[in-house]
């Protein structure tokens, strides 16, 4: 027998994403899976019905699934709604949704949390958030092209030329490196800042300038961790010089479960250029400046603040696409010979299992709930 799959609609407010995509359906239809969809999962991301029928897959309501994929969390009614044992794949984020995982939990959900995919070599194919995050700085770099009142590129007229806008990256993770890229392709001279200075050849490697404060903050997981306040200030020094000299700040500085460090001072903003341009992709987490209204657009002395939510859902289509190949590349290591089977001495697996037979497998998210 198939192992039945089922993709629900997305129901949060403004997620346009899906969890499956045709090309991807017919590929687990190859591994044995029956994947099946509400009716209208994919229209926010403009993916007809009709194209998941093509691509093997079924429209209408599985009451029985093994497998859900999910892009947000189901909500706790949705999950009293599934079957004991049955393996659920979405993000989870426990820190800000422990009413989800003690449903999940109690009603004995295997759910496998997207962002807890270890950053391993061996995971890349299934690491969502880095996939996710690449087109969250693509974006980026798009936002602080059409906020400026001016253009990125050099160009020359019949009566002069138009400097560069310089554009300034905070934070040298997939996202700050793929904003780095999407600008120098604009014509901007960029640079690149991350506390951790063994990323300098990454950020050379796409056509930026590294700024090196002489701090290191390399912290464990390819996360970094925070800096003293010493460091801080040292940091500040440095940077602010950059920071004002710049066209557009580009901050891309998260620590998952935990607010987002704010690296912009409200001092080194309002000494910004006038018309300078912060885009603050940590919002989700509070923001990278204590002045960020996360999900608006502000303006705070000479500068404006855009600090856009949930940035992949405004690329839909190829978010979901990269997403859905995550999840593809994810329950590859679930099926053998046909059935749905988990190997807990799979680290990816181990890693990645949020909830499982009653209990909360993660230490940092049972904490988190505990305490919530």
Known sequence: MPVKLYVPRETRLHEKRVALVPSVAAKLV??????????????AARIPDSAFV????VIGVDAAPQLVFSVQPPSVEQ????????VLCCFVYAHREPEIVR?????NITCFAMELVPRTTRAQAMDALSSQAALAGYY???????????????????VGSLRPAKILVMGAGVAGLQALATAKRLGAMVEGYDVRPEVKEQVESVG???????VSAAGTGGYARELTAEEQAKVAEVLTRHIQNADAVITTASIPGRPSPKIISEEQIRGMKPG???????????GNTPLTQ???????????????????SHLAEHASELYARNLLNLVGLMIKDGELNLDWEDDILAGAVLTHAGEIKNETARKAVELS
């Open 79 to 86: 999950i009293g709604q599934m079957q004991p044992g049955t």
């Open 30 to 43: 190859k591994l044995g899976i029956e994947p099946s969809l509400q009716p209208g999962a994919g229209e």
């Open 294 to 312: 996360p999900g608006e657009t502000v303006e705070v002395g000479p500068a404006t603040i855009v600090a856009p939510l949930n940035v992949p």
């Open 103 to 107: 449903a999940l939990r109690d009603r």
């Open 140 to 158: 980026a770099a798009l936002l602080a092209a059409s906020s400026l009142n001016r253009i990125l590129p050099m160009m020359t007229t019949a």
């Open 276 to 286: 300078a341009v912060i885009i603050d992709l940590a919002a989700e987490g509070g």
């Open 208 to 214: 930026g300038k590294f700024v090196d404060t002489g």
């Open 54 to 57: 093509d691509a093997g897959a």
